[in-house]
């Protein structure tokens, strides 16, 4: 049974009981400001285990841990440079994940082995209730069965993962509607693992030139993503996704309509700017699917601020199918 609490009916009140589930080892669908998390404590194997499991996620990808706080931090990381304290004034509460060197704190089944741990601080006021609630860290990746779209909208997660987890808080639409952009400071040049909504622009003006992950607008066969969750099937939903070239005229867009015609039924042509569809791309991915279209066209934008984060979620959706 998962116990499901809507915040937009029910109060913060409500929030201890799920506190509770995850003090006691439980997992818990929460709101965030990026996409909905499924969260359980950082701190204990079993409770991470069953994140794997009711994701059917790899478990060679880490998770990200989620604090309510920054004196937190201290206790899970082996050193906080200027760099780190820079960004933390800036971007903390918000989108931005940074990656440092663990401490032993840190069990392997939430880094995957790695000695280095994610750890971001969401600014969603449900989130930051009930991650002060709980008072310890939460692992939490994002609350969509692994390899589909991230919910971003109360009905998306809890298709996904009712009867699948302990309890679900919904609070409504998420505010950026994609995952958070992930940097690792571990070393000694910063480098942007997964663009989002905090763009390299922002994060350059806060500390400088950072490096860029070759594989976020490109599969490159012999260079593996630097985060392992970028190399898996992501973000797809069932109908077979295609990205319209961002140069395509009118006649060239008649013409790949046309031809994907000839093999498929139905076909759902978006058109967006890239900020719009950094916040609504997966909803209408997962709602295309709810209303049957065998494919999905979806114009590309400028890879530039948010349209890097745009560009590398829909390359992935499409697995690289550009036309
Ligand atoms: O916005 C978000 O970040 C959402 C919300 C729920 O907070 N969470 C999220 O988690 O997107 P997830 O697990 O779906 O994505 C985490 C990404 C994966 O690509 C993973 O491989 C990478 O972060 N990652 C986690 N720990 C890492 C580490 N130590 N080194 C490199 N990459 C890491
Ligand atoms: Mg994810």
Partial sequence: MTLCIDMKKEGVSQLNRCADILV????????????????ASALDDKAVEKIYLAKGRPSDNPLIVHIADKTMLASLVLNVDERAKKLMAKFWPGPLTLIFKKSHLVPDAVTAGLDTVAIRMPSHATAKKLLSLANIPIAAP?????????????????????????????????????ESTVLDISGDLPMLLRPGTVTKKQIETCIGSILVDKTLLKQIDLVTPKAPGMKYKHYSPDAEVYVLNAESDDVHKE?????????????????????????????????????????????????????????NRLLKAANYKVL
Avoid: C, W
């Fill in 24 to 39: 006691n080892g439980g997992t818990v669908v929460f709101p965030t400001e990026t996409v909905y998390g499924l969260g």
């Fill in 142 to 178: 994002s609350a969509n069965i692994s390899g589909r779209p991230s919910p971003t909208r109360a009905s998306h997660v809890l298709k996904d993962l009712k009867g699948r987890v302990d309890a679900i808080i919904t609070d409504g639409d998420v505010t950026y509607g994609l």
């Fill in 255 to 311: 013409k790949v309509m046309r031809s994907l015609k000839a093999r498929y039924q139905r076909i759902k042509y978006i058109e967006d700017s890239a900020e719009a569809l950094s916040k609504t791309l997966y909803a209408k991915l997962i709602e295309a699917d709810e209303l049957g279209f065998d494919v999905i066209l979806i114009k590309a934008v400028n890879p530039e601020g948010v349209g890097l984060a745009v560009m």
